[in-house]
């Protein structure tokens, strides 16, 4: 079980699912969160993304540039284990990534392996779905 899977099972009393587990699935896929901050940023997307780890107004991400970036066949498989589509999938994680990285990356900086991460994790999980 991934560490987001286990702050969502802490928050919400249940196994992980929906966003939350896409969620998870995405950041253990691209290392953590300095993967997913490095992806975007080689994607060509550096301004944005540094918009979301600083401590200024979250710049938006359209579904589109989301699946440019994580690429096709990494939407599909998440969309697939979630029973939506690509597209459906993208918008919400076009929603979701610029407040979960912002939370993730307190002081503007991208937290290293093992930094708190479990608190700073809950609070984004409680933030992100209302609990």
Partial sequence: MGLFDQLTEMVSGQQAGGLGGALSDLLNQQGGVSGLVEKFQSGGLGEVVNSWVGS??????????VQQVL???????LAEKLGIE???LAQNLSESLPQLVDK?????QVPAAGDNLLSQGLEAIKGLFGH
């Fill in 56 to 65: 200024g107004e979250n710049l938006p991400v359209s579904a589109e540039q």
């Fill in 71 to 77: 690429g096709n066949e990494q939407i599909a498989g």
């Fill in 86 to 88: 690509p597209g459906q």
């Fill in 104 to 108: 993730l990356t307190p002081g503007g």
